[in-house]
């Protein structure tokens, strides 16, 4: 038995309403240039756009003009998506409140998460979309999910209840020591103002 290795998202498909709709969240709000329009190859009553959500990767929309946008919250069942996570900076996610409340939609407001910061709020089909601001740059050469599986283990090791900042910190050092040689033959934190 072998695995089918993934090597990332490829694409998400999403059923909205009408085309406009989709156009003024996804673009109007969120920021995605609209890239790509066709029809839906499976279904002809429907049409079919694409957005990127900034790192070339795709957001679909199903939509059709006889669908009106339903603000009621989307399942959350079992099997259910409960919400998408976008990234953004920390510049554009502490802008996103004022942003958010100048069109009127509601939000969570900020939400202190140790490793990065989110708000919450609803599409117009009432999806729950978050936008997420890491709080770290990984080291050269490092994914943020090296950072994290990192502080998640001297998290655990600590017997710590979430990752925090701390734990990003030593498993940045951690990675970095790992990846950089050093001609030093300690590389103990040491005090040079003694």
């Not at 990332?8 to 969120?30: N, P």
């Not at 999910?145 to 900042?165: L, P």
């Amino acid at each position: 038995m072998r695995k089918l290795q993934s090597q990332g998202v490829h694409h998400i498909t999403l059923t909205g309403a009408d085309r406009q709709t989709s156009i003024d969240f996804w673009e109007g709000l969120l920021g995605m240039p609209f890239v790509f329009d066709q029809p839906n190859l499976d279904n002809p009553d429907e049409g079919h756009v694409y957005f990127d959500p900034g790192d070339g990767r795709l957001i679909t929309v199903f939509t059709n003009e006889t669908r009106k946008p339903d603000p009621r919250r989307t399942p959350t069942e079992p099997g259910c998506v409960h919400h998408l996570a976008f990234n953004v900076s920390q510049a554009t996610f502490w802008q996103a409140v004022e942003r958010l409340d100048e069109r009127g939609i509601r939000h969570s407001g900020p939400k202190d998460r140790g490793f990065m910061d989110s708000i919450y709020f609803t599409d117009p089909m009432g999806l729950l979309i978050e936008l997420a601001s890491y709080r770290f740059e990984p080291p050269i050469g490092c994914s943020h999910g090296d950072v994290m599986i990192n502080a998640h283990r001297i998290r655990v090791e600590r017997g710590d209840h979430h990752i925090d900042k701390v734990h990003l910190a030593d498993a940045i050092e951690r990675l970095v020591e790992r990846r950089q040689d050093t001609l030093s033959e300690d590389r103990s934190a040491r005090d040079p103002y003694r």
